[in-house]
């Protein structure tokens, strides 16, 4: 819980963030409720220190990176592009077919890196509450 808090006050500061209040049981309760297809990566420097953590969950059909948080001295290491890259390859370890990193929102700083792996399925328009929403592949260089 301490590297969440030192990462998310990281981001306070450098994205504008509002201040976490998470208790450890709210913790507990949000990142660590157990269920069997919920997944915890950490990854720990040459000396055993935690440096990131990793929450996914797995299915058949999908990997779900659901949230990543890391120590902010490793924030020029890019851990955050090397997680995803661990993840795909675990996925593909498992044969399991899609990486699914969550909804990107361009608009958004936090959200923004998605845009840099591909392929990926991209929402066409903004569709009614009624209509079925359209789809389109993104392929690489594209």
Not at 62 to 68: L, P
Request: glycine share 6%.
């Amino acid at each position: 819980m301490a590297l969440y808090h030192r990462w998310h006050a990281f981001r306070e500061q450098a994205r504008g963030w509002s201040e976490a209040e998470l208790s450890e049981e709210n913790y507990r309760f949000q990142f660590a409720f157990p269920h069997p297809a919920g997944r915890e990566l950490t990854y720990r420097d040459p000396h055993g220190k935690l440096v990131g953590v990793a929450l996914c969950d797995q299915t058949e059909r999908a990997w779900s990176a659901i949230y990543f948080f890391y120590d902010p001295d490793w924030a020029n290491r890019s851990i955050g592009t090397a997680n995803v890259v661990i993840q795909l390859e675990i996925a593909r370890r498992l044969r399991i077919p899609h990486l699914y990193l969550g909804y990107r929102v361009d608009a958004c700083p936090s959200l923004a890196y998605k845009a840099l792996f591909r392929p990926q399925e991209v929402l066409i328009g903004l569709p009614a509450d009624d209509e079925e929403p359209e789809w389109a592949l993104s392929l690489p260089g594209r």
